[in-house]
């Protein structure tokens, strides 16, 4: 979470004029706390969990960042192959087809 404030201000100096400091969630935060609601639905409200709720949360949105980061970066070594092999002039259905001749040959 972030807070933002007016730079200087302090609470003592802002008392009584109506301003305050905002706080302000991250894309992450929020996902983390939807997760971490999941929990705690699925587990049938149950009182006095949310620090543990939320830990898990944050576990499950790591492992999560960590799959879509893999996914990433096989999804572009695999383009990478692809642009090879056009380039090298081979016929990408055959190369991923090794075991079917082509029967264009004939």
Do not use: C
Not at 26 to 52: F, L, N, V
Not at 54 to 63: D, G, L, M, S, T
Not at 74 to 95: E, F
């Amino acid at each position: 979470m972030v807070i933002l404030a007016v730079p200087g201000a302090t609470p003592e100096a802002n008392a009584g004029k109506g301003e305050r400091a905002v706080a302000v969630s991250t894309p992450r935060e929020d996902e983390i706390k939807k997760i971490a609601y999941e929990i705690w639905e699925r587990e049938g409200r149950p009182h006095g969990k949310s620090g543990e709720h939320y830990f898990r949360a944050v576990k499950i949105y790591e492992e999560r960042q960590r799959a879509a980061s893999v996914s990433s970066q096989v999804a572009s070594t695999a383009t990478a192959v692809a642009d090879q092999q056009k380039g090298s002039g081979r016929d990408s259905t055959a190369s991923k087809l090794p075991f079917q001749r082509d029967r264009r040959a004939r």
